[in-house]
């Protein structure tokens, strides 16, 4: 039946949703409510002061001075370093959408039941792209309690926007560990591949930031890091193209991931 | 009516030196209404098979037809009318076994609950264990009320009663006969002989994934033999009286007991022993290798 899967993905993940939730929620609680306690421009000076390649690792390539404000602060102290600690969340996820259920045998079971492959990848997939919106919605209560409790001026709105611009990312790493486990049926070597393109992109951003020119935008372009800039959607919104773009290549990524699974002998 | 048809079903794993030929070129019917044993031993290609039948895996060559369906193109209208039971069950171990059910029921978009509590009731199944603390039988009895619970037209059973304990391969075996006397067809892979022997009507025999035969069960115990043992108290003469019976081979002796092939009815054996002094006397059913050998011979051919 349509939807039986979706649904049971959500219940068996729910409270996994709540903790990541909740983690990364009080993370930006903590930073919000740190605020009143910083004095802003000591901070950037301070920050202007560390070698490039620091700056680059903690995602600080925008101008400096906007990070002078409530807004900015919060994206020195959490934006810069969320994506990096969330990335391992759909790849957690991803791992559930075929690789363990096939390494334990479960899905010779699931398989054997009047169920199309393409919907055991679908009905999933869609379950936990919701869950990583929950969980991004859960990180903006966390920095809305934050900023409540601190008292702090902040525009929420804008702050919204920066968070839930993450989860497009991270559908984007989502599809790319389905498809992985797809390709590659191991767990272990699925989970390999998938660490290191992480780490080989996370890489290639740092050292973006700390090259010039041309090698500097092809650098950018490939790690998927760089399509998630906090500060620039700070300072000019959202970038619709970063947005698409990402969109598009996740949607890519899950239906190769489709393809591959509704090709092969399953189990073995 | 066939159930299952096979038409030069071939799966060959992996290419070059490292190519599996696990079933070479399946021809196999099963009839409506018949419980089908498909014997072999490890390794043979009976899950292989099976796995083809239910478009786990893709065939290599030829095809297969299911419920006078293609097992692969319609596979998702074939499995609303399969049950199946996996050689090795694994299911969600965090759930418990009525939440397991209820996901497959779910899935199945529904089943006759009545029928289900009845199976359980009958299975002595208890629901409310996780999987992960059920012991092997009561796992295997949860995937026996998975494969039966939509009433299937086709029952697909791999290894289905290992670890079960005797009554309930008793209750296993009443459930079977009432699904054959309802019409449905039961395709049964097992190595145990004497099970399929229990319940089955005909038989495919499986070596190194090549069909060697396809018999009534009753004609594959008349060509089949035992292995006897006797504790006999003075031996004298006896092996070489022995030796001459019809029916009677291979006699050897071990310290005092005395071990030989029989073939056919007992008695000649019973009356041949009747001015010994026997202490001990064991029967053992030949082992599927055996009974390949006693029908094919050594080369393994019909």
Known sequence: MTGVLFFNTLRGNWLQT???????????????????FFDS????????GLPPILLAAAGYDADLQILATPEGLITIGFFGELMLIFVACPIVLGMRISANDEEDGVMEVILSLPLSRWRVIVERFLAFCLILAGVSALVYAGLWLGVALAGVELDMARMATVVFNV???LVFVLAFTALMATLFRRRQRALAVTVVFVVASFMLDVLAGVTDGGLSQSMHAISFFSYYDPAGILQHGPDQGKTFLTGALALLLALGSLWAFQRRDMGL | MAVIETRDLTK???????????????????QQGEIFGYLGPNGAGKTTTIRLLLDLIRPSAGSATVLGMDAQAESVALHKRIGFLPGELALWKGQTGAQVLRLVAD??????????????????????????????????KLGLVL???NKPDLLVLDEP?????????QIFHEIMFETRDEGRSVFLSSHLLPEVQAICDRVAILRQGRL???????????VGFRWVRLQVRDLGALPGRLEALDGVSEVSVEDSSLRLRLSGDFDPLLRALQDSYVEELHVHEPTLEEIFLAYYGNGGEA
């Open chain 2, 12 to 30: 060959v794993y992996g290419s070059g030196r490292h190519e599996v030929r696990a079933l070479d070129q399946l021809n196999l019917q099963v």
């Open chain 2, 147 to 149: 494969a039966l619970m």
């Open chain 2, 212 to 222: 060697i035969t396809v018999e009534q069960v009753s004609r594959l115990t008349q």
């Open chain 2, 161 to 169: 009663t290992g670890g079960l304990d005797p009554l309930m391969q």
């Open chain 1, 41 to 48: 421009m000591k901070l950037v000076e301070l920050i202007q």
């Open chain 2, 107 to 140: 899935l199945r978009g529904g089943v006759d609950e009545a029928y289900l509590r009845e199976l359980t009731e009958r299975l002595q199944l208890d629901l409310n264990i996780r999987v992960r603390n059920y012991s092997s039988g009561n796992r295997r």
């Open chain 1, 18 to 36: 709540v903790y990541w939730g909740a983690g990364l929620g009080l993370m930006a609680l903590f930073t919000a409510a740190s605020v009143p």
């Open chain 1, 167 to 169: 989860v497009p990312v």
